[in-house]
C-alpha cells in the first residue's frame, strides 16, 4: 500500500491545478480571502473547518511559490488538502475494511480499487471538500467500527474509538456537511446498542462529543454571521436555491430520472462501460457472497453507505459525478470480495488490472486539466491580461447564460475589475448593445457569448475579433459532469460598421428570436444600424421565400432613414435573392452616428398578407472593399442548436460572388468528412473564372486555405465556383422527405485580405 501511496502522490503533486474551476471552489476561494456565509463565501452552510485548515495551506503556498499568481495559490491552497486526504486514502480506506472483517489482502485491494478508480483519481486535486470530507468520513467511520467490535467483546465502558469518533464526526461537518449521512447513521446504530445495554450515560456521553465537535465551529461561524436568526436566513435560501430547477428525485421522481441516476452513481464514475461493467457485476456477486458467509460485514458496510447512497440519490443532482464518490468504496469493496470467489492470486490479478486500467485511462486527462486549467477563469485571466494599462476600459457585456455561470467569477475579480450589473433583455443581449451604439458609445465592449449561440453574426465582421474559445474539453466534462458553465467565447468589437437589430435571419438561432417577437420583416420592417460616412458605399442584402404555396407574391423594400433607396419583387417562383445597391453618396449626417435602414415585405395582393420572407445575408462597406455573398448552389443555413454549430449543404456547383475590392484574397473553406454519406471522397475542385485554385478529394473533416489572386477575381467577374463530383437526395435514400440535391456539408465558407 505504501507503493501505491507513493505513487499516488507522484501523480497528483505534479498535477496541482491552475486555476480555480467549480462556483464551489470559487466560494471556497472568496471564504478563504473574507469569510462571510451570508454573501456565499463561501456558500452555507460554510465548512469553517475546512476553510480554517485552508488559509493556513495558502499562506504556504504563496511563502513557498511567491510567483504564483493569485489564482494558482487559491487553488492549490484548496486542492493541497485532497492530494494529502488522497494519499492517505488507501490506508484509511483498507484499515475500516479490515475492522469490518475484510482480510487484510482484500482490504487493500479493495482500498487500491477505489482510489485508483478514475472518479477519485481525477477528483483528488480538485479544489474543494469532496475528496478530503470522504476520507475523514471514512476514519471516523473506523474508529466508530471499533468501537462497536469492542463493545461486542463485552466492554463495559463507553469505548473511547465511540467518544472520539462521535467528537471528530462533529467537527468534520465544518470540512463538508454530507458527511453527516456517512457517520451519522453509525453514530445512531452505535446509541442504539447502548440503549439496548441500558446504557444511558453512555449515549449522553457520545451525544455530547458529538455536540462538541459541532459547537466548534458552529458557535463562531454563528457569531460571525450575524447570530442565529441571521445564519438561518443564509442557510434557508441556500436550501431553496440547492431546490430550485435541480434535476433530482425529490422534485421529479421518475423513474427515468432514477435510471439515469442510478448510471451516474455506478457505472459512469468508471469512464470506461467495459471497466464499469466488470467492476458492477462482482460487486453484486461480492454482495451476494458477503450475505451468505459474512453477514454482519455485508450488514455495518451497508449501514455506513447506503443511507448516503439514498440522500445522494434523492438530493442530490446526480450529473454532477463527484456528488456520488462516496459511493465509489462501496462498490470496490464488494467488487473485490466478488473477485476472491475466485481465489487471492485470481483476485489480486483482478483487482490489480482494474485499477490499472482506471489509472491509465484518467491520468492524461487529469494532467490535461492540471495544464490548461479551467476555460471559463482562463478566458477572465486573458481578459485581465489584455486591459489596457491606461486610457479607457472596454465594456464587458455577455449571455445571460454566461452572467449565471460566471457571477461568482466576477467576486472573485471585483479587486481587479469591478464589471458592475449586466442589463441585458433575456436571450437579445445583442439589442443592449444597439442601443449604446446607437445613442452615441464609441466605447469597446468584449462579449462573453455562450458557445452554443451566434447572435454575434449581427455585427459587421470587419469589426470583431475572436479573442479566445474556451471549452471545457469532453474528456474532462465525463468526469466533471454537472450543468455548470464550462465554456465561452471572447469576442473584441469594435464600434462596428454596422448592426442588426429585429427581423433578421441570418442563423436558425437568429430566425428562431424573430418568429418567437412577431418581428419577421413581412410583419414590422427589419432594422438595421449603419454608421454614417459620406463616402460611396455598397449595400449587399441576401435571403429567400418562405411563404407556403399558394402565397401571393412580395415586394421587398429597402429604405434608408424614411428614404426608399429600392424595392424588386420575390415569389416563389424565384425563392432566392441577392441585392446590391450602391450608395454614391455614402449615409447621410443627422442625429446620432448610426443611420437606420429598415428592410419591409408586402403583399402584390393588398387584399392577403405579406408573405414570409428570411433576410439570411447583410453587409455594408465602402465601395472600395470587398463584400462577398453565398450566391447560387448554396441552401438556408442549418444549426446544431446543442453546439452552436452552423453549416449550409452545397449543391453540385456553389458560387460565391465578390464585389468591390481588388486586393489578393484567402478562402477558408471547412467542411464535414463526404464519408458518412458516400461510399468515396468526392473530388472538390475550387475555380474562379478559368483558374483552377485549388483540387482535393476529402476523406475526412476537413479545412483548406485557398488564395484567391485578386487578377483570379476579376477575370472570373468576382465569381468562385466550388464543385463536387457526388451529390445525394435524402428523400430518395429514403432518409426524410428532403428533396435537395446535396453535396458538401460546409461549416466555414470565409473570405479575408493576405
Known amino acids: 500500500m505504501s507503493i501505491i501511496a507513493a505513487v499516488f502522490l507522484v501523480a497528483h503533486a505534479r498535477a496541482l491545478p491552475r486555476t480555480l474551476e467549480d462556483i464551489d471552489s470559487i466560494n471556497l476561494a472568496l471564504g478563504v480571502e473574507s469569510f462571510d456565509v451570508a454573501s456565499h463565501r463561501p456558500h452555507p452552510p460554510g465548512y469553517p473547518v475546512f476553510i480554517a485548515m485552508s488559509r493556513i495551506s495558502t499562506r504556504a503556498v504563496g511563502a513557498l511559490a511567491p510567483s504564483w499568481d493569485r489564482d494558482r495559490r487559491a487553488a492549490v491552497g484548496l486542492a493541497v488538502w485532497g492530494l494529502i486526504a488522497g494519499t492517505l486514502a488507501v490506508f484509511v480506506i483498507a484499515e475500516l475494511l479490515i475492522a469490518l472483517g475484510f482480510p487484510p489482502v482484500r ?29 475523514a468520513a471514512v476514519l471516523v ?36 456537511s454530507q458527511t453527516i449521512w456517512l457517520t451519522g447513521p453509525l453514530l445512531v446504530w452505535c446509541a442504539s446498542v447502548l ?14 462529543a458529538a ?54 452513481t455506478f457505472a459512469d464514475p468508471w469512464l470506461l462501460a467495459g471497466l464499469a461493467n466488470v467492476v458492477l457485476l462482482f460487486m453484486v456477486i461480492g454482495g451476494v457472497t458477503l450475505a451468505r458467509r459474512a453477514r454482519s460485514s455485508l450488514g455495518l458496510l451497508l ?8 440522500f445522494h440519490l434523492t438530493f442530490h443532482e446526480t450529473v454532477t459525478l463527484r456528488y456520488g464518490l462516496p459511493v465509489v468504496v462501496l462498490i470496490s469493496a464488494l467488487a473485490v470480495a466478488g473477485f476472491s470467489i475466485l481465489g487471492n492470486r485470481v483476485a489480486t490479478v483482478l483487482a490489480a488490472a482494474a485499477a490499472l486500467v482506471g489509472v491509465v485511462v484518467v491520468q492524461p486527462r487529469l494532467e490535461a486539466y492540471a495544464e490548461d486549467g479551467w476555460p471559463v477563469v482562463r478566458a477572465f485571466q486573458d481578459m485581465q491580461r489584455a486591459l489596457p494599462a491606461s486610457g479607457e476600459r472596454p465594456e464587458l457585456r455577455m449571455h445571460h447564460q454566461v452572467w449565471h455561470g460566471v457571477r461568482r ?27 449604446d451604439w446607437s445613442t452615441g458609445s464609441s466605447r469597446t465592449v468584449w462579449f462573453l457569448t455562450d458557445v452554443t449561440r451566434n447572435d454575434i453574426r449581427l455585427f459587421d465582421r470587419r469589426a470583431r475579433t475572436l479573442g479566445g474559445r474556451y471549452e471545457l474539453p469532453a474528456q474532462l466534462r465525463d468526469l466533471v459532469g454537472g450543468d455548470r458553465l464550462d465554456g465561452l467565447n471572447w469576442w473584441r468589437i469594435e464600434p462596428p460598421g454596422w448592426i442588426l437589430g429585429t427581423g433578421w435571419s441570418l442563423t436558425p438561432e437568429i430566425a428562431g428570436m424573430t418568429a418567437l417577437d412577431r418581428t419577421a420583416p413581412h410583419l414590422r420592417p427589419a432594422e438595421a444600424f ?47 435573392f441577392l441585392h446590391w445597391l450602391d450608395l454614391p453618396d455614402g449615409v447621410p449626417d443627422g442625429q446620432g452616428p448610426y443611420a437606420l435602414l429598415t428592410v419591409r415585405i408586402t403583399s402584390a395582393d393588398p387584399s392577403r398578407p405579406a408573405p414570409a420572407v428570411g433576410l439570411e445575408q447583410f453587409d455594408i462597406a465602402p465601395a472600395d472593399e470587398f463584400i462577398y455573398a453565398l450566391a447560387e448552389g448554396w441552401f438556408e443555413p442549418e444549426e446544431d442548436p446543442e453546439t452552436g454549430r452552423l453549416w449550409h449543404w452545397t449543391a453540385d456547383r ?12 484567402r478562402l477558408s473553406l471547412g467542411g464535414e468528412s463526404p464519408l458518412r454519406y458516400f461510399p468515396r471522397a468526392p473530388n472538390v475542385v475550387v475555380r474562379a473564372g478559368e483558374v483552377e485554385l485549388a483540387r482535393f478529394s476529402p476523406s475526412a473533416d476537413f479545412s483548406q486555405t485557398i488564395d484567391v489572386p485578386a487578377a483570379a477575381v476579376a477575370s472570373s467577374g468576382g465569381r468562385i465556383i466550388i464543385e463536387t463530383d457526388l451529390v445525394y437526395v435524402p428523400a430518395e435514400r429514403g432518409e426524410s422527405q428532403d428533396p435537395r440535391r446535396l453535396g458538401l456539408r460546409i461549416f466555414q465558407a470565409e473570405l479575408t485580405r493576405r
Do not use: H
Open 107 to 135: 482490504a487493500s485491494l479493495a482500498a487500491t480499487l477505489c482510489v485508483a478508480s478514475p472518479l477519485f483519481w481525477f477528483s483528488a486535486v480538485r479544489p474543494l471538500t469532496d475528496v478530503p470530507g470522504l476520507v
Open 654 to 665: 456553389a458560387t460565391i460572388l465578390i464585389v468591390g475590392g481588388s486586393a489578393d484574397l
Open 530 to 576: 449603419v454608421r454614417r460616412a459620406r463616402r460611396p458605399m455598397r449595400l449587399m442584402l441576401g435571403g429567400r421565400y418562405l411563404a407556403p404555396a399558394g402565397s401571393p407574391a412580395g415586394t421587398i423594400s429597402v429604405d434608408l432613414e424614411g428614404k426608399r433607396l429600392a424595392e424588386w419583387p420575390i415569389s416563389a417562383s424565384a425563392p432566392s
Open 211 to 264: 455536540a462538541v465537535g459541532i459547537l466548534v465551529w458552529a458557535v463562531p461561524l454563528v457569531i460571525d454571521s450575524g447570530g442565529p436568526g441571521a445564519y438561518w436566513r443564509s442557510v434557508q435560501f441556500q436550501g431553496n436555491q440547492d431546490l430550485t430547477g435541480i434535476e433530482m428525485l425529490a422534485t421529479t421522481p421518475t423513474v427515468k430520472l432514477l435510471r439515469v441516476s442510478l448510471r451516474r
Open 409 to 435: 467569477l466576477f467576486e472573485w475579480y471585483r479587486p481587479y475589475w469591478d464589471v458592475g450589473p449586466q442589463p441585458f433583455p433575456g436571450d437579445r443581449e445583442w439589442l443592449a448593445l444597439v442601443q
Open 195 to 208: 440503549i439496548g445495554r441500558r446504557q444511558l450515560r453512555g449515549v449522553l456521553v457520545l451525544a455530547l
Open 141 to 176: 467511520q473506523t474508529w466508530l467500527v471499533r468501537g462497536l467490535r469492542v463493545v461486542k467483546a463485552g466492554a463495559a465502558e463507553v469505548p473511547r474509538e465511540w467518544i472520539w469518533g462521535a467528537a471528530a464526526a462533529g467537527l468534520i461537518v465544518g470540512v463538508r
Open 303 to 310: 449501514l455506513l453507505f447506503v443511507p448516503y447512497l439514498l
